[in-house]
DNA sequence: TCGTCGACTCGTCAGCTGCC
DNA sequence: GGCAGCTGACGAGTCGACGA
């Protein structure tokens, strides 16, 4: 399986300083199943094994160790504040955005929506309260940046040998942009939105179809409001797992440093 | 097979917020 | 202040599980 880590972001303030001539702030060499990982100035890349069973999967956060954890063992790889919960699934491909913290996404080939089905939705919902947007709470949690393809652009990422990046150009695009809607294994949808400008008619019909277009609008803006809302709350569970790993380790390293102690005591 | 129930998705409305 | 975007709330529809 291979994985790719694309970060487009802005400088991470916690990144080691790149290489003048070469733009590769560090590259870590595979050995042992391990990933590979490059680091660039505006782009990472994370190349895993075809015989590697592992996987990136959660949301880095800032100013915490940085961590890969593959099924057997934690593994620390980087040396930013980040940390990389690696499970078993293939054709990932991860995408990092970061505006002032470091943050990674998961697309999963072929599951480009899939999270955690333990707990029901409708239960996660009670526990949310108003209000700041997802939009917010992710950038506070450097995990939800949501890239803002041009209209006339269409970027697909297919996960499969690295080389799946593609961008479409939409030909039949309008200056006022069109929505475009993908779904893995269907055709693309690309449904037409009239220009409000471009409207004439009697004040009636104008508004009718003013109408038409904000619910049109306000339907897209669920949908979105809605495909966030999942997001955050697979960054909360990604999140969790992190934490509750960490605790486990802290708790395993106090458990061993009493013991230690209680020898040395004894002797 | 049919009715019920719970979970889930979707569209719409309403209220809030930020921007111009 | 008006407007657009975001999101909670609500209702309607669908689907699968389960018991009668």
């Known amino acids: 399986m291979d994985a790719i880590v694309e970060e487009k972001c802005q400088v991470d303030p916690l990144a080691p300083s790149p290489d003048p001539q070469t733009g590769i702030a560090s590259s870590v060499g595979v050995t042992n199943n391990q990933p590979h990982l490059v680091t660039a100035t505006n782009i990472v890349h994370l190349t895993l094994p075809s015989h590697t069973q592992a996987q990136v999967q959660s949301v880095i956060q800032p100013n915490q160790q940085s961590v890969i954890q593959t099924a057997t063992n934690l593994q620390p790889m980087l040396s930013k504040g980040n940390v990389i919960l690696v499970s078993s699934k293939p054709n990932s491909v991860i995408q990092t955005t970061q505006g002032n913290l470091q943050t990674l996404r998961v697309v999963e080939a072929g599951d480009s929506d899939s999270f955690s089905e333990e707990e029901s939705p409708k239960k996660r919902r009670d526990l949310l309260t108003r209000r700041p947007s997802y939009r917010k709470i992710l950038n506070d949690l450097g995990g939800g940046e949501i890239a803002v393809l041009p209209a006339t652009a269409l970027q697909i990422t297919s996960g499969e040998g690295g080389q ?8 039949n695009a309008t200056a006022g942009g069109a929505i475009v809607q993908y779904a893995q294994g269907q ?5 037409v939105v009239a220009q409000s400008g471009s409207i004439s008619g009697s004040g009636g019909e104008d508004q009718a179809r003013k109408r038409e277009m904000r619910l049109l609008k306000n339907r897209e803006a669920a949908r979105e409001c809605r495909r966030k809302k999942k997001e955050y709350i697979k960054c909360l569970e990604n999140r969790v797992a992190v934490l ?6 802290l708790i395993d390293e106090l458990k061993s440093l009493k013991e230690l102690y209680c020898q040395q005591k004894n002797e």
């Not at 055709?187 to 449904?191: A, C, L, R, S, Y």
């Not at 509750?244 to 380790?249: L, R, S, W």
């Open 187 to 191: 055709e693309f949808f690309v449904p």
């Open 164 to 171: 799946g990046i593609q961008t479409l150009t939409m030909t």
């Open 244 to 249: 509750e790993n960490q605790n486990k380790a």
